[in-house]
């Protein structure tokens, strides 16, 4: 089942096999596409690697997480991505990317960050400006534009990045939320800049693109979310176009969870089943065993991170390892198990 083809809306992927967004810090400081996220991605769609989603990739220059982050804020931007997109295509590949907000976890010098509340991530941070309303509307904008230009370089799906403690997780966070206005409180507020976001993207994208949103399901700490409380939130915002949830977790506050091989496995079951919605869910997954019984599981896609760093040709192994037939890119045919 972990190469059987799966659809989503006009969206097919040839497996289940999917690269998650991994930060490789190698842009140039304004932003721009360096040979090197060329190479780092063609090489995971010549491996058969489902689906690659694109690293975090700010939407204002204040919302990257580095100077090094890739940036999606000025047209002059597209030109590169599209490179990417083009040599993925090629390779017969499918390629989303995450647009991306930093918030108060945003070490981009020449830039002060924003939160919802003006609360540093630790000591070794600088404490944020809380936002305005109208701040929040303007970012809702640039959400917006970078939608616009990742449809102009050709992407297959956009992934909305509400985890890991960045600006949209932070509004969604009541550990990170202290806000007493219309986006602060309870549960309806605390997501309402996710569904501001989501509405917006939406109006501007193909009606056929399937939109992801990220999201951190356990915030490790007791007054935090959990798996139960996230579904929650996603069911008052699902109806404005989410088509898939990537599961992640932790990243809010500097609180280190205990990783071990599919850790967030339950939560992203936990997610599908209060929500009716598909989940992408993974979390040290570095056997094609494991990755096929998550599939078995219920898990409609799997994420592999760390292993697709070792190894951009995984997915070829994994389908030798679990005696599935796959097609191999033809230059690579005599190293064929």
Known sequence: MLFTPISFKQLTLKNRVVMPPMCMYSAADDGMV????????TTRAVGQVGLIIVEATGVEPRGRISNKDLGIWDDKHIAGLKSIVDHI???????????????????AVGSNPVAPSAIAFNEEYR???????GEIQEIIQ?????????????FDTIELHAAHGYLINEFLSPLTNLREDEYGG???NRVRFLQEVLIAVKQVIPKE????????????????NTPEIVAEMLNLVKQYGIDIINVSSGAVIPVMPRAYPGYQVAMALTIKEKTQLPVLAGGLITEPAQAMQLVKAGIDLVYTGRE?????YWPLQAAHVLQQEVEWPVQYLRGKW
């Open 34 to 41: 360096t040979d090197w996220h060329v190479t780092h991605y």
């Open 89 to 107: 295509h090629a390779q017969g590949g499918k390629i989303g990317i995450q647009l991306a907000h930093a918030g108060r976890k945003s070490e």
């Open 127 to 133: 404490l944020p400006t809380a936002l305005t309303a």
């Open 142 to 154: 640039k959400f917006v534009q970078g939608a616009k230009r990742a449809v102009a370089a050709g």
């Open 186 to 188: 309870n549960l309806v």
């Open 209 to 224: 693109m399937p939109v992801i949103v990220r999201v951190s399901a356990d915030d490790y700490h007791e007054d935090g």
């Open 308 to 312: 697709l760093l070792r190894n951009p």
